[in-house]
T-cell receptor, first 119, second 112 residues
Framework: GAVVSQHPSRVICKSGTSVKIECRSL??????MFWYRQFPKQSLMLMAT?????????EQGVEKDKFLINHASLTLSTLTVTSAHPEDSSFYIC???????????????FGPGTRLLVL | GNSVTQMEGPVTLSEEAFLTINCTYT??????LFWYVQYPGEGLQLLLK?????DKGSNKGFEATYRKETTSFHLEKGSVQVSDSAVYFC???????????FGGGTRVLVKP
């Protein structure tokens, strides 16, 4: 089946530093990837939609200058948390949509997530 | 806006027991409905889906029926196994687009 990887799986950083999280589709090409954030015991919240070769579309309330998204190829999207602060600590999950899929509500394949802790 | 509400867990069951996880939604139009499962240490996996009213999605012994009249998509399994221990997420995707809106997740623990 379709596999999506994320790297790193866990990261601890100091306040004020930037952290980059990679999301890769390993055996399919993805024109669209999604970035989610999940707080403990809460639901996944969509942060942004990443489109290959174009600017990401951010959900309301998500700071685009804080969470930089780059989707430079059909198999890689990156999320950079800039000048991270403790309130950015969370579980970040990406998903990828197979570009061959056509029907509405098509399957998204999820990565295992990255746990970020900002001290 | 769109929203999904599912029962809070954890749900603790004995092996071979019957499992039901309730899920209701709010959305305009006719969304597609999904159940995703997250096993410990793994990413979310699609368990089943239904794209129109009265459709029944099924997979691995799990079933859910798209009920437009009650805006529900309850997940059921007749006889659970220890390997079904996971977190289950109900989600919807609007009719015009593929953004997913998730419920809060329900942790299920099946004991031998």
């Amino acid at each position: 089946g379709a596999v999506v990887s994320q790297h790193p799986s866990r990261v601890i950083c100091k306040s004020g530093t930037s952290v980059k999280i990679e999301c890769r589709s390993l055996d399919f090409q993805a024109t669209t990837m999604f970035w989610y954030r999940q707080f403990p015991k809460q639901s996944l919240m969509l942060m942004a939609t990443s489109n290959e070769g174009s600017k990401a579309t951010y959900e309301q309330g998500v700071e685009k200058d804080k969470f930089l998204i780059n989707h430079a190829s059909l198999t890689l999207s990156t999320l950079t948390v800039t000048s991270a602060h403790p309130e950015d600590s969370s579980f970040y999950i990406c998903s990828a949509r197979d570009q061959r899929s056509g029907e509405l509500g098509e399957t998204q394949y999820f990565g295992p997530g990255t746990r970020l802790l900002v001290l | 806006g769109n929203s999904v509400t599912q029962m809070e867990g954890p749900v603790t069951l004995s092996e071979e027991a019957f499992l039901t996880i309730n899920c209701t939604y709010t959305a305009t139009g006719y969304p597609s409905l999904f159940w995703y499962v997250q096993y410990p240490g793994e990413g979310l996996q699609l368990l089943l889906k239904a794209t129109k009213a009265d459709d029944k999605g099924s997979n691995k012994g799990f079933e859910a029926t798209y009920r437009k009249e009650t805006t529900s998509f309850h997940l059921e399994k007749g006889s659970v196994q220890v390997s079904d221990s996971a977190v289950y997420f109900c989600a919807l995707s609007p009719a015009a687009g593929n953004k997913l809106t998730f419920g809060g997740g329900t942790r299920v623990l099946v004991k031998p």
